[in-house]
């Protein structure tokens, strides 16, 4: 009999089970839900509960306890100035499961993870519209527009590496 057996194993390495169960956790406070079989969503919930908690708190020791876990600064100011705030007046219960369907490759049994009250976002901005530019008075008027890069009396523009090769190129090279 295996005493103190705290945490499920998932059939994973302690240092692998750690890593999904923070890339799971990052999902779900980013995006508020997250779609995955009912063993991992229960051993995340945990984690997720655990997070809040420490946003609740609010010191600086939470936050560092947070980093820890999380490994990702905008998250960690996002839980704590965004998502623990919405659960003051709860003591728990911050996560719910919601069991869906058996997946059709391998037949586990999925869940829905969730927080019990999605955080508060502002809309999405709204991509801004290109501006053209109006053509410059030097450019050559033709009826396809602009003068192309690849006409004579223009240089070609370079790519990202070209510059690059460039800069890195042997000095032998460079001399000859």
Same mark, same amino acid.
Do not use: W
């Given at each position: ?8 194993? &998932?059939?994973r ?7 999904? &169960? ?47 876990? &999380? ?10 100035s ?9 003591? +728990? ?19 829905? &993870? ?6 508060v ?23 396809? +527009? ?6 004579? +009396? ?12 460039e ?10």
């Open positions: 009999m295996r005493h103190a057996s705290n945490t499920t194993r &998932l059939s390495a302690p240092a692998q089970r750690r890593a999904l &169960l923070a890339n799971m956790a990052k999902n779900v406070l980013r995006h508020g839900r997250v779609r995955t079989t009912v063993v991992k969503a229960k051993e995340t919930g945990r984690v997720i509960d655990r997070l809040i908690s420490l946003g609740k708190e609010g010191s600086v020791h939470s936050r560092r306890q947070a980093y820890r876990l &999380l490994q990702d600064r905008d998250l960690v100011k996002r839980l704590f965004d998502i623990a705030p919405q659960f003051l007046d709860c003591r +728990g219960g911050y996560t719910r499961v919601l069991k869906l369907s058996s997946r059709p490759g391998d037949g586990a049994f999925l869940a829905l &993870l969730e927080l019990t009250r999605l955080p976002t502002s809309p999405e901005p709204t991509p801004k519209a290109k501006v053209q530019k109006a053509p410059s008075p030097d450019a050559k008027k033709t009826p396809e +527009g602009p003068q192309k890069a690849g006409e004579p +009396g223009e240089k070609p523009k370079k790519g990202f590496f070209e510059g690059l090769r800069r890195f190129r042997p000095r032998r090279a460079a001399a000859q």
